[in-house]
């Protein structure tokens, strides 16, 4: 019997009926008058959608019983009285969160910043019994989550990457279609509550699927030049089709084989996760970070401001042969030797001066493009070894036998926050500190190319929150639609789970990995688990969404892989914005400042990892893993670089307290597990942050208290 069928049926019973029904008395009622046998819960997730699509209307009930009061179901009343009477006259005077002293105790009145008022607390019991049913529902789903994903963690492991993303876009594309169908049907039929529950349903999963499989994985549109491997169209072009017809034209298309073309250069491993085993030759590993400190020189007169500028710093941590070494590269004294603007250009300082030659927006953005330029300044420092590397502790402050990093870490991803091409091209003094950010990234990405003779160090970032989730949708898709086949799924719930994981990729790998302990055994000491690799491309989110793919200008695509290719790019990109007089860059300087050999050659492999001392039987403390990144160069798959990467975070990590995430609706006070050559840079980065804001102020001081002499 089809859906539609039953629908007719469940609205005809409930029409016979003076007052609501439960799902159990439905579920009776179907079965003794027609024959309809349905589960209880897949009934009850047809109610649900019934409800959303204004089919049908439900209100809870009071018993006498303990716990939560019942759904009561009914077809849509014409007015409140006969709505009272359908539910009968047992309605509840007081609200679904009763007392509100029992929820909120006297003695808690705050919640980070935000202050209770006693006069703001009486509106919590505003709050619809609907609404407060379903955060208990959402409560109690979630605490069986993570015991759900630990049993399904054996199964997820032995699943091939590349397949289970082809067949999750396939079951994407087929759900696009169903609701697609469905938002057609509707408007032919006039229904508009339907429409309505279809439509934002729809926008909900067609909006992720362009993010993710067009923007992320890079399946190429069909509106675009190129492979057409993915088509996802607007709502609007089912919802107008004439006839069945133009229906079946416009639906969401997909071909499995140009995408697994693609995709085999993206993803790298045959199993979602393994063990790999830890490389022992590891020895030294250095972290960098950069940091910022903030100078306020107060003036005798109040009437005046205060004299406000920003000092930028770049510091290392060197682990070598169980000893460590701190580096910082600021002197103090090296501002005397700049001019201001050339001090703003290099990096160095920011000062009330300099931020109104820059556009509200450049503001912030300055100050990250400052840090990034610091940081790989002080990478290409202890590559060149430049630094003056300062013993940590009651050590022997011999390097001997050092001769350059095995491994160094970068705090945050390796790519420039400030990326994109819009930035780069800026004609302004923002620009130029862009293009500087740009070039010495560009240094170090040459540093990392296989062919490089300088070093062999291995590159990584260290990313504690992406921005980016691609890990936890492969997952909760499986969940969500390939385990337990014989529970009927809702949609709504399915599509929800998919389009927003309900954990995050620095949550679940963690989980996944305790799961496999459980079932498996914990790991050895010299094994680490690691998921999938996956490759990003520098112009992935540096280029324009609306370029990709690149057209150069003999209007054919180009050779990603060629600087030429991409010099071809820059000049059509020149050519259009001459079109409509718009100010452009000398050409040359995407090649100068290396922004076109980062879109040919650069790429960060990703993948998470799980060291084997987190996984013991008395390790149960719960924790985030970030996201270790390996800069490739030329961009490709390196099992080698990532290998190195994550056998020297799982030799010597620690629990970085200082990066915990906090606030409402996240995981509160978790801390990150990161190298710990990460946590030493992150600390001798803050102390040259103070110890230069001191001895600045100290030689301003002393130069002003001079010259008033």
Known sequence: MTEQSIRTLIKEVLSKVDGGVTVEELQSLLKDEYGVDRGERSLQSLLKRMVEAEDLERGRVSTDGPGRPPYYYFVP????????????TDIPDYTALNDQEDL???????RGDISLQEDELKSISDLPDGVYWDIVETQLDNSKLVQRIKEAAPEIADLDPLE??????????DQINVLGEKLWESHQAGATGQLRATRDLYDDLAGWAKRYFHEFWQL?????????????????????????????????KFDRKKAASRLKNRLFGDRLIWKT?????????????????RVSLPNRSRLTPDTVFELYAGAAALNHDERRFTDFDFDPKNLKEYRQREAFKKGLLMSQDAIPQLAESQVKKARFAALDLRQYLEVTRV???????????????????????????????????????SEFTSDDLYGELVRRQMRQFARVANLAHDDNWETNTTFAGVVKEPGISWFSPIIFWFLETQCDDDVERDLTGTIRNVCQPPLSDVVLPHILFRGLSEENGVPNRDEVYTTFRVLRRFFDNSVPKRDLPPVGIDGELINVDSIDGWMSYFEEVQRRKKEF??????????????????????????CYAGPPNLYTSHQRTPIRLPRIEVLVNPAGDSEDKMRKAVSAFASKNYSDDEHAIEGYDRLSEVPVVVPRVIVESDKIAKYARDRISDDVTHNIYKAVQELSE
């Open 77 to 88: 009343s014409k007015t409140d009285d006969e709505k009272t009477l359908r539910l009968g």
């Open 104 to 110: 909120v105790p006297m003695d808690l009145r705050s």
């Open 164 to 173: 289970t993303i082809l067949d999750m876009v396939e079951w994407t594309v």
């Open 220 to 252: 190429t549109r069909f509106d675009t030049q190129g492979p057409d491997i993915l088509r996802i169209p607007d709502r609007d072009r089912f919802i107008n089709a004439v006839d069945r017809d133009e229906l079946n034209s416009v639906k969401a």
């Open 277 to 293: 085993e830890i490389d022992e030759n590891i020895v030294d590993v250095v972290g960098t970070d950069s940091s910022v400190a």
């Open 383 to 421: 590559i060149n070894d430049m630094v003056n590397w300062r013993p940590h502790g009651d050590v022997n402050d011999k390097l001997g036998d050092y001769t350059g990093p095995d491994v160094m870490y970068m705090d945050g991803r390796l790519t420039p926050i400030v990326h994109l091409m």
């Open 581 to 606: 007089n718009r100010e452009t860059i000398d050409l040359e300087k995407y090649r100068k400042f290396g922004f076109a050999s980062a879109c040919a050659n650069v790429g960060s492999l990703m």
